[in-house]
């Protein structure tokens, strides 16, 4: 048995639209998962299979697909990927809610980072199927732009830490 999170795109912040926690805790329910629950109100659930990463995606994204009326991006990670991700963190010198972990499907590349544009302090890193972002005075002023990332999802990192901790308990 596998503990993962899923995450979400834009669920309760912009765009996508609203999720109630409970009915994302139902969807992972009704797929079969194991000790589901949900992880504040940003489209985060945590849950064990036996399942793979692309089976445990698959469901769940055709889930909220239905609940929406149409995709929405979906990102799995295990337990140990997101206390790598938490534990790869390069900008442990800014505010965790000031840093964001940008998951992405793919192995980032420089030529990600090589395409940001406007870039007024922002410090960026490629970490483990992610972008990390530091924002120094916090991403509501910023003007970056990170083609790289707009088809992803973001958390900042304390709630990446909190995750890689709750999955950690999962029995």
């Known amino acids: ?76 990670r295990s337990a140990s990927e997101m206390a790598n991700l938490a534990a790869r963190n390069p900008f442990t010198d800014d505010k ?24 007024a302090g922002e410090r960026m890193a490629l970490g483990p199927r992610a972008i990390y972002v530091s924002y120094g005075e916090g991403i509501g002023s910023t003007k970056l732009k990170l083609p790289a990332v707009a088809a992803g999802t973001a958390r900042n990192m304390n709630s990446v830490a909190k995750i890689a901790a709750l999955l950690d308990a999962m029995p």
């Open 96 to 119: 965790g809610s000031r840093v964001m972990a940008h998951v992405v499907d793919a192995e980032p590349k420089q030529a990600m980072l090589d395409d940001a544009r406007n870039v």
């Open 1 to 76: 048995m596998t503990a993962y999170v899923a995450l979400l795109r834009a669920v309760n912040v912009s765009g996508t639209g609203k999720l109630p926690m409970a009915d994302l805790k139902r969807m992972g329910e009704e797929c079969g998962f194991e000790n589901v629950r949900t992880f504040i109100a940003s489209g985060n659930l945590l849950f064990a299979s036996d399942l793979s990463e692309q089976q445990v995606q698959a469901s769940i994204a055709a889930k909220v697909a239905d609940f929406f009326g149409r995709a929405i991006p979906v990102f799995v």
